[in-house]
């Protein structure tokens, strides 16, 4: 898998790149995005090029603008922060966040980002905290993972993640539907809309990002031809 290659070549390259003392949060870093290529391919550049040959460990991950396939994403460091442009084949150090160094960032970026001079281009960057952190594997969902309700939000019927009123198991695999219905099986839309109502009535569980699993299968509806198991 290309995301493990990348994680090993990057482990190769921290003992080299990072004093000893930050070594371990920078691996956690690492493994905080282990099943992100694009990030990983973006620190392996980090720390195989050490923009100014400053040896310091990645503490944060921001995404400063998405655009046209293009993110830009920034890489703070304990001393610095990094701007940079990455898209599923390239890697390109932009140069240093939030610093106004007349010329140094690119006339072809800042036309691509909509600014016409170094100035606009600085005022438009917030400080590095306010960004948001890029996304990580198992970070707190604010929407469903599978149906794209926001938190608070009733699922689509039929979302694997909903729990059940009833029984408190999973909505979508327990036997509370054929129960309720006293059917064995759901043939019709009329079944699945009848138990629609049911649970309208019972008052369903909205989505709540601890419901989330870690990593979502795909969903296959509530729907006609589901049999009692
Ligand atoms: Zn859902
Ligand atoms: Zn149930």
Sequence with gaps: METENLIKEIETYLPFAV????????AELVEKYGNDELVLRLLRDYYTALPDACEEAVTRVSEFSFK???????????????????TVDSVALIGEYGVDIPGEVPAEVMYFLGWGTQKEF?????????????????????????????????????????????????????NCRFEKL??????????????ADLLAEKGRIPFLPEQAPAYPGTSRGLDEGDKKS
């Design 122 to 174: 600085h005022e438009n960057c917030p400080s590095v905290e306010k960004l948001k952190e890029y996304p990580w594997k198992g970070m707190p969902h604010t929407h469903c993972p599978v149906c794209g309700v926001p938190v608070g939000e009733d699922h689509l019927l039929g979302c694997v993640v909903e729990v059940c009123p009833w029984c408190g198991g999973q909505l979508k695999s327990c």
């Design 182 to 195: 006293d059917v064995e099986e759901i043939e019709t839309a009329e079944q699945v809309a009848a138990f």
């Design 68 to 86: 046209q396939d293009v993110h830009f994403i920034v890489l703070t460091t304990t001393g610095h922060s990094w701007l940079y442009a990455v």
């Design 19 to 26: 004093p000893e003392a930050d070594r371990a949060s920078a």
